[in-house]
């Protein structure tokens, strides 16, 4: 049973703008602290922004006055809009419940920022 689809990643230079959408089931979803997070080949997974129920936000400090977290709680849908786009951006980028449930991840979404 599939229960968090990530999609919107894609090519784009820098400075330019995405926007990830994220698919969550119920079970998931439902009242809980909802994060993005991204992951570079070679290296851990990091959390770059989270978002409770209630709407409060929390950035990394690398994307912080770039990035916005929105959720959308009669779609269980959370979104991810990144502007002021950094090659070091590029990564795979998964939404999970905050803490994440590490049996729950996605197949992700590829996000390729060009210099």
């Known amino acids: 049973q599939v229960q968090l689809v990530e999609s919107g990643g894609g090519l784009v230079q820098a400075g330019g703008s995405l926007r990830l959408s994220c698919a969550a089931s119920?079970?998931?979803?439902?009242?809980?602290?909802m994060g993005w997070y991204r992951q570079v080949p070679g290296k851990t997974r990091e959390s770059v922004a989270s978002i409770t129920s209630g709407g409060r936000t929390n950035f990394s400090d690398s994307v912080k006055g770039r990035f916005t977290i929105s959720r959308d709680n009669a779609k269980n849908m959370v979104y991810l809009q990144m502007n002021s786009l950094k090659p070091e951006d590029t990564a795979v980028y998964y939404c999970?419940?905050?803490?994440?449930?590490?049996?729950?991840w996605g197949q992700g979404t590829q996000v390729t920022v060009s210099s």
């Open positions: 999970n419940r905050q803490p994440y449930l590490p049996a729950s």
């Open positions: 119920r079970s998931i979803f439902s009242r809980n602290t």
